[in-house]
């Protein structure tokens, strides 16, 4: 496992200090990796919103109105029109 240094300000230094105290961290590299995966899925759910918007811009405009959509789905037929 490859090693890294980071320098961070007192009040950070001693809020990590106190999760590891909480017992749901083992070490601070144990908190540090939990918080980079984290970070991992945020950014995949982020990035996944951002196709799925691209995605909807390119598909063109929409033959049925907000509305329509909107009775639709409190009709319970489901938000497929």
């Known amino acids: 496992m490859a090693t890294m240094n980071v320098s961070l300000p007192a009040p950070m230094k001693q809020w990590i200090e106190n999760q590891i105290g909480t017992g ?3 070490n601070v590299s144990d908190y540090v990796r939990s918080l980079v995966r984290q970070d991992q899925e945020y950014q995949a759910k982020v990035n ?3 196709q799925a918007l691209a995605a909807g ?3 063109g405009v929409a033959e049925n109105s907000v509305l329509d959509i909107w ?3 409190k009709s319970g ?3 497929d029109v």
Request: charged share 25%; proline share 7%; glycine share 6%.
């Open 71 to 73: 009775q639709k789905v």
């Open 24 to 26: 749901h961290y083992s």
């Open 77 to 79: 037929s489901g938000p």
């Open 48 to 50: 996944a919103l951002r």
């Open 57 to 59: 811009e390119e598909s």
